[in-house]
């Protein structure tokens, strides 16, 4: 194996996860670092047979290919390449073109439910979950749904009441007591990431 430092970075929808996976990446620079988010293994909408979307719980741990992840994130850290999949949310559907994903020294994986996992857990060097307010990150994925993903008002907020915020419940926010560093307010907490970034430099310098 070699000595890839592989972070997770957890927390519920809109919470910011992404922005801070970007400012991490961005300071390491992309020649140390690669991104995985674990949003591109979600299953093909036809592995549900005649099942509409609307009637698919996309927020349950099933719906993604985890096995799959954690395939990925061994074969990056024995110092091979992996065949990422590429997932279109406007239609729920894998693309046939995959992406090919180079080992790095740091490798991020970032995903709402990577926690729930424990064989996924324990590749992690470092857990992080990012905690923000229930108001705030639905307001930030329903704009982010209708602007990038062409839904609706109306089906984002039925998706959010009847799937999002249940298992944000039963499996999100359950999953922080494995995190070894929580993280209030997302991406404006410039102390917390600072911190998290002079750990990894640390390990990068090693």
């Not at 390491?28 to 509409?52: C, E, M, P, Q, W």
């Not at 062409?150 to 926010?173: A, W």
Request: glycine share 6%; with cysteine.
């Amino acid at each position: 194996m070699t000595k890839s430092f592989v972070i997770g970075i957890a927390g519920g929808t809109g919470s910011g996860k992404t922005t801070i996976t970007e400012i991490i990446a961005t300071e390491l620079g992309a020649n140390k670092t690669v991104v995985i988010n674990h949003d591109s293994y979600y299953r093909d909408i036809s592995t549900y047979g005649n099942f509409k979307p609307e009637n698919i719980n996309f927020d349950h741990p099933d719906a993604l290919e985890t096995n799959l992840l954690i395939e990925h994130i061994s074969s990056l850290k024995k110092g091979e390449p992996i065949q990422k999949p590429i997932y279109d949310f406007a239609t729920h559907t894998r693309n046939k073109e995959t992406q090919q994903i180079e080992p790095k020294p740091v490798i991020i994986i970032d995903g709402i439910l990577i926690f729930c996992d424990e064989q996924l857990r324990n590749l992690f060097d470092l857990k992080i979950f990012v905690d923000t307010d229930a108001d705030e990150r639905f307001i930030r994925r329903l704009t982010r749904d209708i602007k990038y993903r062409g839904r609706s008002i109306e089906s984002v907020i039925n998706q959010y009441l009847s799937s999002v915020k249940p298992m944000h419940l039963n499996f999100v926010e359950p999953s922080k007591r494995w995190a070894d560093i929580i993280i209030p307010h997302g991406g404006k907490n410039k102390v917390g990431i600072n911190t998290i970034l002079s750990q990894i430099l640390a390990f990068i310098n090693k």
